[in-house]
């Protein structure tokens, strides 16, 4: 009975990690089981670009951005904590962000200390996503950007830009309650 007491207790607090933690605003304009087109309102991230592989890449930037958002070598208050975590790809190698709360714009958000740490300010966007649960390693990231891909054909949607990873839990959660995404921005008409 205790050890189940236990993993009771372990599974309410994973999932309980990211209740109540602040996500970017959107409409949804389509859903259709793990697919989604979403109109994003404008957003500002805190990013930083790292080198290596898909899933160093996101720890060694989560640090930077951590930092940042607790005044970590800075004046200023903590930033709450948002999800997700975002990843993109670039030539320069890892794009990792978080975005900032709503209540902040551009001049009122403090400046980062660290060079490697930018404030973008992103406007508005259609974007659509594919969910799904588990790890997300670079093999798992490429499936999906697959399947994103072909829903997106299939939408007879136009990809525009980078496809962005966005994961909303933290690397203890159970794999099974995992929320990840991929998204790509896109263009065109999603009625049917």
Known sequence: MRILLIAASALFATGCATAGVEEPAYTSVMAEDSFEVRAYEPMILAETVVDGEAV?????????????????????????????????????????????????????????????????????????????????????????????????QTAGLEPVGEVVHAFYDPPWTLPFMRRNEVMIEVRGSTSR
């Open 56 to 152: 160093d890449s996101r720890m060694d930037g989560f640090s930077p951005l951590v930092d940042y958002i607790f005044a970590k070598g800075r004046d200023g208050d903590k930033i709450a904590m948002t999800a997700p975590v975002t990843q993109e790809k670039s030539s320069d190698g890892w794009i990792v962000g978080f975005t900032m709360p709503a209540g902040y714009n551009i001049q009122t958000l403090p400046q980062p200390v660290d060079e490697d740490v930018k404030l973008v300010e992103r406007p508005g966007r259609k974007m659509a996503v594919v969910s799904y649960s588990g790890f997300a390693g670079e093999d798992r990231m490429r499936e999906k950007e697959r399947e994103l891909m072909a829903r997106v």
